[in-house]
């Protein structure tokens, strides 16, 4: 099915906000076998709206539109649709009372400039928003079929879910099968050389290559599912060491995952990246079965008094040194008696490098009773970026350990 998009908003077109809608959507429509062919940002006024509706292609069968469904005096999206289609607008009472105890749950009373939100077209149909006030809105005409959508994205996902990607599903003549892999530790350009040669001989399947500073996502999509099946089986060889873990799954899970089966523990000790590996891995449910618990060795004395870091280490090889960040994991692995100990050293920027230590350079350290290796890394200017780069880059190198035993 051709799809098209309109995206409704002054803060998408001056810069104020992502358009992070459009990507979701774009995304979640493959797999039910729809297609965004066209798309449109435009402001919230009716000369602009009217304009990308009569703008729509001849060969688009659905226009999905976000924003502009709210109560404010700016979200005119629904009164020039009513306009657009030839309907009427009535009064829901049954929801404005649904909408009224909703907000006296919370201990709240409902704002006058709700009211617009229980509107309801006499031709036509309404969505239900279970996350939020406003419903979005379903119109057809001899072009083209529209579902309107809040912008806020959490109420736009629902809506997608429970009504429109299933009305797609069911009006479309074929369905795309898509898997996501997602990758770390390889850059883009590497492993689409490495891959091209297999896309080659699977010219049904597609492969969108979605670079983060912490990876590559690869979506993989095709009409045959023995096309991807027959991809798969070539593919999995090449990909198989960067593949933690497809849509959904983030390496500290797949790296928590590996840590339960295997029954390790593990104890950060964090300096450049101050408690961010910590964070990560907390945020794995099960994690106190694994993580012991972790310092933030910012200071040299803590380095020293909590790690037992010896102070002619640092003295004749700094704090940002292969020998520190060694000192330091074997130190948080002996006194949280943990089997495991990780480290990070660097600097993360934008001030402090030097000729000898730029800006970006990090050090992760990984000790055992019987493997202990430093791992050197030169990353970025940007301090964020450094921070993020670093942990996933220590999170890695103890999954590979783990899956490897070395």
């Known amino acids: 099915m051709n799809i098209g998009l309109i ?108 009211r617009n939100q229980a509107m309801k077209p006499n031709i036509g149909e309404v969505i239900p928003n279970p996350v939020g006030s406003a419903r ?12 309107a959508m809040p912008g806020v994205p959490a109420e736009m996902k629902s809506m997608m879910k429970n009504t429109v990607l299933p009305w797609i599903n069911d009006k479309s003549d074929k369905e795309s099968v898509v898997t996501t892999w997602r990758t770390t530790g390889i850059m883009e350009s590497v492993l689409f050389e490495r891959l091209d040669p297999v896309l080659k001989n699977h010219p049904e399947v597609h492969i969108a290559f979605l670079p983060k500073f912490t990876g590559v996502d690869l979506r993989i999509s095709s009409d045959n599912q023995s096309s991807m099946d027959a991809f798969f089986d070539e593919a999995k060889a090449i990909v198989e060491k960067y593949h933690f873990g497809d849509e959904g799954t983030e390496l500290e899970d797949a790296l928590g ?24 891995l907390t945020n794995v449910s099960g994690s106190s079965s694994f993580y012991k618990g972790g310092v933030i060795a910012y200071s040299n004395t803590i380095k020293v008094k909590t790690l037992n870091v010896n102070q002619f280490t640092l003295d004749n090889h700094g704090a940002v ?23 990070t050293t660097g600097i ?51 999954r590979i350990y783990l899956l490897n035993g070395s």
Request: glycine residues 10%; aromatic residues 8%.
């Open 7 to 114: 995206t409704i908003g002054a803060e998408l077109l001056n810069g104020a906000r992502t358009d992070t809608n459009a990507a979701w959507i774009g995304q979640e429509v493959i797999p039910v076998g729809g297609n965004i062919k066209w798309h449109m940002t435009v402001n919230d006024d009716s000369h602009s709206i009217e304009s990308a509706l009569n703008s729509v292609p001849k060969e688009i069968e659905l226009v999905l539109c976000t924003g502009g469904l709210g109560p404010t005096h700016d979200d005119i999206t629904a009164t020039i649709l009513y306009q657009y289609f030839g309907a009427e607008a009535e009064f829901d009472e049954a929801y404005w009372k649904l909408l009224t105890e909703k907000f006296a749950a919370r201990e709240r009373v409902i704002p006058e400039s709700n």
């Open 136 to 147: 979005g809105l379903h119109f057809s005409n001899d072009h083209f079929h529209l579902f």
């Open 257 to 280: 995952a590996l840590l339960i089966k295997t029954g390790k523990t593990i104890a950060t000790a964090e300096s450049c990246t101050g408690g961010l590996i910590g964070d990560r």
């Open 321 to 343: 040194s292969e020998e520190t960040a060694l000192e330091m994991a074997r130190g948080v692995r002996i006194s949280m008696d943990a089997e495991i100990g990780l480290s």
């Open 348 to 398: 993360a920027g934008p001030t402090g490098g030097t000729d000898e230590k730029p800006v970006g350079l990090v050090y992760v350290g990984i000790s055992t009773d019987g493997y202990e290796k430093v791992y050197r890394f030169k990353f970025t200017p940007h301090r964020k970026t450094n921070k993020l780069m670093t942990s996933q880059a220590a999170l890695n190198i103890t």
